[in-house]
Structures are given as C-alpha cells and as structure tokens.
C-alpha cells in the first residue's frame, strides 16, 4: 500500500458516508484501518457510484480478498514469503523478529529453490522493510499482522496443493507445524486421501518435534522464571496420533511414546496437566485393543500424570486436572494418581492457611477461595472450615491497613478505542477528498 500517495474521493463519496449510521459501523468493524480504507477506495472509485460507496467499504471489511488480494499479488516472492511464514507462527500474538526469521529462513529458501528463484542473504530485512506498516507491524522486536483481515485473507488465499505440499518439509517448531496441520486439515476437510498424503509429509518433521523446548528459562533482576517456548508434550504427542490414525505409519506412534517416555522435554502444569487425560481417553477408546502400543501409551501417559502431581501443581491447575480425571480417567486412573490427588487435595482442606500464606492480596484471596468451591464441588470436601480461614486472613489484612489489589491492566478493547465525536469520525476520511 502507497502511504504516499493516498486515494482521493469525490465529495459526493465522502457525503455518502455521513448519511446514517454507515461512518461509525465502519469505523468499528474489527477490521478497519485507515490505510486498508485508503487501498480499497482506490481500487472501487470508478467502478462504485457514490451512493454504493459506504456499502461496498463495510463489504470490503466483511471480505478480506477484496482488500488485500492485489496487494498481496503485488508483493515480490520474498515478502510473500515472510507474511505466510508468519501465518503459520504464533496465533494469539505477535512472532518474535528472531524466531520469525528462523522459520523464514528455512521456509524461503526451500520455496525458492523448488520454483527456481534466487534467494539472497537480505531478503528477510528487505522483506521486514517493505511489509512494515502496509502488511505487518513491528513493535519491541515481535511481528504481527497490521490488521486482523490480513489473517483472514491468507486463510482463503493458502489453499493451492503444490504450495501447501512443500511446507511440512520446513518446519521446524511443533507450534508451528500444528497451525500447518490445522490449516491443511480445513482446507481439506472432506478429501481424506489428501489428507493421508499431507499427513505423509510430516514424517521428515517428526524425527524433530522434540528438539525445540516446551519451556524457557529467562533470568531477570536475580530471579529465574519459567516461559512457554512451545507445544506442550501432550500436544506434540497429539500431532503424531493424528497423522499415524492417517497414515498408520508405525513411526508415527513410536515417536509418541518416545517422547512420552523421554524426560528432555519438560511438562507444562496448566497444559499437560488437564490434557494428559484426554489424551489417555483418546488413546483408551480409539486404539485397538490388539495393539502392541496401547498399553504402552496408557502407562507412559498416565507415569508423565503421576510425574506432573508429585512436583506440585498449583490450585487453579489442580481444579483443572481433577475434572479432566474425573471426566476422561474415572473408571481407569492408576492408583497412584487418585493417592497424589487425593494428597494434594487434602493439602488444599485440611492445611488451607499454610496453602493461602503467600497471598497478601484481598483479590488473590478471593480467587483462591472460588478455587475451593470448584474443587469441592468436584471431590466432595467439605469447604465451610476453609472458607472461613480465608475469610479471617482477609479481615486481618483489612485490620493491618495492607489489604490492596494486586496490579493489573485491563486493555480497553475495540470499542473503546473507536468512541469517535462526528467530527472526529468526518476528519478520519478528510484527507481522501478531493480538493
């Protein structure tokens, strides 16, 4: 998109969009942006009549190919190949500027060389420079999407077969061939040969799927913590059942269970803990029983369970787990795991102001009293005892002076942010007026 040399409307198109309520919808749609604005009204003015004009924005809005298809067309094979580098990147936030370089590299040069391009060491910088603002945003060193439609778009636009076949050979982190997976798996969703052949494709990326850590050690101000660096063991070993129930490739399945037997990756409490029952249902109702890996998967799983709880969970990862037994390992759980859970439970009841003495906040305490009432709900405990221990720590601080609210924020969301006066909405599209 030309940020220099913005599109230019009549004033007959800029009045049309004051008749009604078309201005503010459009300002409040998830989707909108000056710039994206700006790039479709210069591809619509001599084809859409000016009373058209506020319905074909709002259109343009609710479909992503009329806004970035031509842009996208546009772009050099570099750039291209950067934005769907990081579709496949993280879903929820922005990518790391290291670790979108890291799959962009691997990525770009196996889709270069299988369509005879060059590839040159700048092109990720090149492509950075280009994409910033137009497609992409750039903030503390992490990558996202400028807007929300650009996702949408390369959803529907990422369904060409020889393209797609090529992506499974390059990946290289678990977060990142799952949203691959995922992706392929709705794009073929009733051509189950197809999806047989893709699944085929990931056995190159299976020999690997335990080599990224699911956890990172970060030092700060003489503190160690713990960050999620990717897929949880659970999920991984979830992956691999998907493409063996495909394929029914034995190495799918072996790769499970020898990362569920390994101790090189590290088990994630708020993910493996309630996932590890699903999984061990999964694998309990839809492996035969004449398989030689089904016990070994139910035992592996249910020994990465037992492992989890005896290092100690905290109580909003103990609620969770607890109903995920309850519900998927009820009649089948081992009897260590009911003995640790039963420990850990009890802890919670019998031992609650030893459990509650590192809160110090009236909010936290709070928290930590409806954690009781779900995990009383779930194990038959009694809670009246501890629900006045937490009761009287409370009026202690409040006597103390000291009860407060630990800091958070809030982020305003969408609607917030888009409470324009009218003629703040009318100068937003001032400057694509002709004069």
């Given amino acids: 998109m030309n940020d220099e040399e913005p599109s230019k409307l009549t004033s007959q198109h800029f009045d049309s969009l004051l008749e009604g309520e078309w201005l503010p919808k459009i300002v409040d749609h998830r989707n909108y942006n000056p710039r994206v604005i700006a790039s479709v009204s210069s591809d619509c003015l001599d084809i859409v009549e000016p009373n058209d004009y506020p319905k074909y924005i709002y259109h343009a809005l609710d479909n992503p190919e009329l806004i970035w298809s031509k842009p996208f067309k546009s772009l050099s094979l570099r750039s291209q190949n950067l934005l769907i580098t990081l579709f496949f990147g993280n879903q929820f936030s922005g990518q790391s500027v290291d670790l979108l370089r890291e799959g962009y590299s691997r990525l770009h040069r196996y889709v270069c060389l299988h369509y005879s391009q060059s590839a040159m060491p700048s092109d990720f910088e090149d492509a950075l420079r280009s994409l910033e603002s137009g497609f992409i945003s750039i903030a503390d060193r992490s990558v996202s999407f400028v807007n929300p439609s650009v996702r949408d778009f390369l959803k529907s636009y990422l369904i060409d077969r020889e393209f797609l076949c090529l992506l499974p050979e390059v990946s290289k982190r678990a977060d990142w061939a799952r949203n691959l997976w995922s992706h392929i798996k709705t794009v073929y969703a009733t051509h189950e040969k197809d999806l047989k052949y893709f699944a085929s494709l990931f056995k190159t990326y299976a020999e690997i799927i335990d080599r990224t850590p699911t956890l990172r050690r970060v030092e700060a101000n003489g503190r160690v913590s713990y960050h999620y660096n990717d897929l949880s063991i659970s999920d991984r070993v979830e992956l691999l059942l998907d493409w063996w129930e495909l394929t029914d490739d034995a190495y799918f399945i072996k790769r499970a269970l020898s990362i569920l037997r390994s101790r090189d990756l590290e088990l994630i409490s708020w993910n493996d803990g309630p996932s590890l029952p699903d999984l061990h249902w999964r694998v309990h109702n839809f492996i035969d029983d004449d398989s030689s890996f089904k016990s070994e998967l139910l035992e592996a799983i249910e020994e990465n369970l037992l492992d989890l ?24 759980s081992s009897k260590e795991i009911k003995d640790t859970i039963n420990r850990l439970v009890g802890y919670e009841f019998n031992d609650t102001l030893n459990a509650i003495s590192h809160l110090d906040y009236e909010d936290e305490l709070n928290e930590h009293l409806g954690f009781l009432e779900e995990l009383a709900k779930h194990t038959g405990y009694d809670i009246e005892r501890s629900k006045m221990i937490v009761l009287d720590r409370i009026n202690e601080l409040e006597d103390e002076g000291s009860v407060g609210h630990s800091t958070s924020y809030t982020p305003r969301n969408r609607r917030d942010m888009t409470e324009f006066s009218d003629s703040e909405l009318k100068s937003l599209f001032a400057t694509l007026v002709k004069t």
Avoid: F, R, W, Y
């Fill in 309 to 332: 709880l005896e290092n100690g969970v905290s109580i909003d990862d103990l609620v969770s787990i607890v109903d995920k037994v309850n519900e998927s390992m009820q009649h089948i």
